[in-house]
Each structure stands twice: as C-alpha cells, then as structure tokens.
C-alpha cells in the first residue's frame, strides 16, 4: 500500500494527483518551491515541503533538494507527474535508494525510453516501423546521414522530447546553421547535445496510444491525435484520432502494445507515431514514460482514471482492467490554456489573473490551478489549465469547445484562448484529421 505520496509537481498535475490520491485515501505532501508556496495545489494538499527557491533548476529539477524533502516528509512514494523529473532515471534510483516507491517505470525503462535511439533500436527488435535516418555522433556523421535520407529532415535530440532540439531542414545549404542550433537547444535543456536524423513527413499527423502495464501484462486505452502543434509543441489533442481508418488505428494501438510487452513496461505511458496524412502508414517516434498532459481526453471516453492505475500498479498490484473491459465512447478534445500572447508570437505572459472564470456543464472538464487572483510565475511552462469536452459523436464535441471557448473569460494576462476559438472555427478543424501544417494555414 501507499500510506503518504509525495508528489514531486507543481501546477495543474498536482492537483490532478492530490484528487485522485485523496479519493484513495492517500495522505498527500506536495513539493513546492517558494514560488509556488501559496499556489492552489499547496493549499489544497494535505502538507507542504519546500524543495527549493523559484528557478526550476534550483528547486523542481535538483534531485538532491526533492529527494531530501521526500525523505524529511516520511512519505512512502513518490509520484512525479509530468516534465521536471519525471523520466529522470538517476531521479528514480535516488528515490529508491532511499526506501521510497517511484511511481512510473523501472530505471532500465527510463534510461531505455529516454535515450531516442535506444528507444527507436528496442522499437526495432519488438517490429515496429521507423523513419529513415539514425545516429550521427559527429557533424561528418549529421552530413552523411543527411545525404542518405534526403531533404526535409529532422535534426532531434537524443536525450529529450518536447520539440527542444529539434530542427527541421529543408536545404543541404542550411545544415550546419540548423545543427548548431539544435545542439546548443539540447545541451541547454538536456545537458547532452547530441542529436540524430530523421527524414521529415510533409503531411504527418501525431498520433499516440495511451498505455498501461504491470511489468508482465500491457494493454492499450486507445488513441489521441496531437497534430496541432506549434514548434512541435501540442496545442489541441482528442480522442480518438479523428478521421482514420479502423485497420490503421488498431494497427498503431497493437504496435503500441508489442512494444510495452517487449520491454515489459509499467505503470502509464504514451507511444507515439508519425502517421502520414496520404496512406495511414505510421512510424514509431518515441515513447513517453510518465503520464501525459493530454491524459484527460483518453479518462473522457474511457472513465479510466489514468493516475488510480499509476498509483495501483505502484503498489504491486496487477493491472487491474484486461484490454476486453475498455470500451471507449464518443469524443472528446483538449485545448491548453497557456499563459501566452499567440498575436506577438507566443510570446510568455506571466503575470497574476484578476479574473478567471472557467466554463462548466454538461461534458465540460477543466483542468486548473488559476482561480480568481492566481500567479502564473515567470519559471515554467505557461500552462495555465486545460478545457476537456466531451461527446457522443465528435460533432457534439466540437460544438461543446467552441461553446465552452466563448464563456470562457481570463483577465489581467493573454492567453492562448483567442487562437482556440479560431481553431474550432476553422472547416479544416471542424472536419477533422488535420496534419502538423494545420497552424501555419490558419486564418488570423
């Protein structure tokens, strides 16, 4: 059993865990930095340890400060959420040596997944199909490879995700400018510059599968598609991936699942594939070992409550639904709710919200940490929350968002919420099974 969780977050996820931990009879500590000492989720959980000043480096992202303020709590586990922490493999054997439960993956999972080649190598020996490129340790390497896959490509890091030290390039001529780049993008994010190649799919869509194993069994909740995106980061997300062939989803999702079995997988986590928009062909990109933000859409038309199977599993236990016991219905859609200004290119707004009046009703979920009054810090990501609809049919889905998005009312900082409303407005959007290219067509 987990007696005390320690969760090793901040923001929207927090929260998200302190309900469900609550729900379980789960005391709760939340590890906040001094800048988020008074936030929602520190009112909200049942203790506060301070694991360090503002900056992230200093405080969510330093294992030694979360590790000594776990231990000083007394807690038994420790659940780490998404981002900072949370595929750190040096983090979970630290939080093991000291006698406490990680909640995720074991350590050779972590090192596996968060090395992108290793991952695209185990991805290879369980049958899964891979874009054309690979390794390229030195600049040599990065031109032969290029040469071999052909342009556009992708220049990716191989110690991390998120779209941080990725590039594309479209020209020979442009190589060496986008390759500095995105090495100095990796080291400064991942403290590792190195970078591998992979050919780019001018019409790709981004599709995952949410997963869940026990280390012996591994079953699939379906998909999502995260296509729109900007810079490679997800903006909207829904459930099922709209406007696919069932031959090609199920074939994704059992892809997914081969995968988790062969590295005997557990806990939650996302694959995700490259599917190209002209044949439904897919390829494996990476996989995400630690719940996702966009987790709510694949709750909505499951009724799995992703985070209970995180902390069960923890526990020891065996997974406890089989793959005959998930039955999605309707649609449902994520849109995130950043602190940002999209009319002076995204530029981060942090600030204090002196009006924040989220939607509610019927198949409306939201997903906050931003009450009347509340602090979005200059130190993280801009997330401000997450609106979720959910429907019968996608039609009903999108009609909820875009009524959902006009009674939504944020004041004192921008945010995202003026794009979202040009977006579920869009016919592209409203037909469904757009590609990655949908934000640079969209009307201002």
């Given at each position: 059993?987990?007696?005390?969780?320690?969760?090793?977050?901040?923001?929207?996820?927090?929260?998200?865990?302190?309900?469900?931990?609550?729900?379980?009879?789960?005391?709760?500590?939340?590890?906040?930095?001094?800048?988020?000492?008074?936030?929602?989720?520190?009112?909200?959980?049942?203790?506060?340890?301070?694991?360090?000043?503002?900056?992230?480096?200093?405080?969510?992202?330093?294992?030694?400060?979360?590790?000594?303020?776990?231990?000083?709590?007394?807690?038994?586990?420790?659940?780490?959420?998404?981002?900072?922490?949370?595929?750190?493999?040096?983090?979970?054997?630290?939080?093991?040596?000291?006698?406490?439960?990680?909640?995720?993956?074991?350590?050779?999972?972590?090192?596996?997944?968060?090395?992108?080649?290793?991952?695209?190598?185990?991805?290879?020996?369980?049958?899964?199909?891979?874009?054309?490129?690979?390794?390229?340790?030195?600049?040599?390497?990065?031109?032969?490879?290029?040469?071999?896959?052909?342009?556009?490509?992708?220049?990716?890091?191989?110690?991390?995700?998120?779209?941080?030290?990725?590039?594309?390039?479209?020209?020979?001529?442009?190589?060496?400018?986008?390759?500095?780049?995105?090495?100095?993008?990796?080291?400064?994010?991942?403290?590792?510059?190195?970078?591998?190649?992979?050919?780019?799919?001018?019409?790709?869509?981004?599709?995952?599968?949410?997963?869940?194993?026990?280390?012996?069994?591994?079953?699939?909740?379906?998909?999502?598609?995260?296509?729109?995106?900007?810079?490679?980061?997800?903006?909207?997300?829904?459930?099922?991936?709209?406007?696919?062939?069932?031959?090609?989803?199920?074939?994704?999702?059992?892809?997914?699942?081969?995968?988790?079995?062969?590295?005997?997988?557990?806990?939650?986590?996302?694959?995700?594939?490259?599917?190209?928009?002209?044949?439904?062909?897919?390829?494996?990109?990476?996989?995400?070992?630690?719940?996702?933000?966009?987790?709510?859409?694949?709750?909505?038309?499951?009724?799995?409550?992703?985070?209970?199977?995180?902390?069960?599993?923890?526990?020891?236990?065996?997974?406890?639904?089989?793959?005959?016991?998930?039955?999605?219905?309707?649609?449902?859609?994520?849109?995130?709710?950043?602190?940002?200004?999209?009319?002076?290119?995204?530029?981060?707004?942090?600030?204090?919200?002196?009006?924040?009046?989220?939607?509610?009703?019927?198949?409306?979920?939201?997903d906050t940490h931003i009450g009347i009054g509340g602090e979005v810090p200059p130190f993280y990501d801009s997330l401000m929350g997450k609106l979720i609809v959910h429907g019968d049919t996608r039609e009903q889905a999108v009609t909820?968002?875009?009524?959902?998005?006009?009674?939504?009312?944020?004041?004192?900082?921008?945010?995202?919420?003026?794009?979202?409303?040009?977006?579920?407005?869009?016919?592209?959007?409203?037909?469904?099974?757009?590609?990655?290219?949908?934000?640079?067509?969209?009307?201002?």
């Open positions: 059993m987990i007696h005390k969780l320690f969760i090793a977050n901040r923001g929207e996820i927090a929260l998200r865990v302190i309900r469900t931990a609550r729900a379980m009879g789960i005391e709760t500590v939340l590890g906040a930095s001094e800048a988020d000492a008074a936030s929602l989720p520190a009112q909200l959980a049942d203790h506060v340890q301070i694991v360090g000043p503002g900056p992230s480096s200093q405080s969510y992202l330093a294992i030694d400060g979360v590790v000594d303020a776990m231990v000083k709590s007394g807690c038994d586990a420790v659940h780490p959420g998404y981002g900072f922490l949370s595929e750190n493999a040096a983090f979970a054997r630290a939080v093991q040596a000291a006698g406490v439960r990680f909640v995720g993956p074991d350590t050779k999972t972590l090192e596996g997944m968060g090395d992108k080649l290793a991952a695209r190598a185990l991805a290879v020996e369980a049958g899964l199909p891979v874009l054309p490129g690979g390794e390229a340790a030195t600049r040599a390497d990065v031109h032969a490879r290029a040469g071999q896959t052909g342009y556009p490509l992708l220049l990716k890091a191989v110690a991390g995700g998120g779209g941080k030290g990725m590039r594309r390039v479209d020209r020979a001529e442009d190589l060496d400018s986008a390759l500095d780049m995105a090495q100095a993008e990796a080291q400064a994010a991942f403290g590792n510059a190195a970078v591998y190649v992979e050919r780019f799919v001018a019409r790709g869509r981004h599709v995952e599968v949410q997963l869940l194993g026990d280390g012996t069994q591994a079953i699939h909740l379906g998909t999502r598609d995260c296509s729109i995106q900007r810079r490679f980061q997800k903006l909207v997300e829904e459930a099922p991936a709209p406007a696919m062939p069932a031959e090609a989803r199920e074939g994704i999702e059992q892809a997914a699942v081969r995968l988790a079995r062969h590295i005997g997988y557990r806990g939650a986590g996302t694959a995700e594939f490259l599917v190209d928009a002209a044949d439904f062909s897919f390829y494996f990109l990476e996989l995400n070992a630690r719940i996702q933000v966009e987790h709510p859409v694949t709750e909505a038309i499951t009724g799995v409550d992703i985070v209970e199977q995180q902390l069960l599993v923890a526990m020891g236990k065996p997974l406890s639904l089989t793959q005959a016991m998930v039955r999605p219905h309707g649609h449902a859609i994520e849109v995130r709710i950043n602190a940002e200004d999209p009319d002076a290119d995204f530029r981060p707004s942090p600030g204090r919200a002196v009006r924040a009046a989220w939607p509610a009703g019927d198949g409306i979920r939201v909820r968002l875009s009524d959902a998005l006009r009674s939504l009312h944020i004041e004192g900082l921008p945010t995202t919420a003026s794009l979202h409303r040009r977006i579920v407005a869009d016919p592209r959007f409203i037909a469904g099974g757009v590609d990655t290219g949908f934000l640079a067509g969209l009307a201002q």
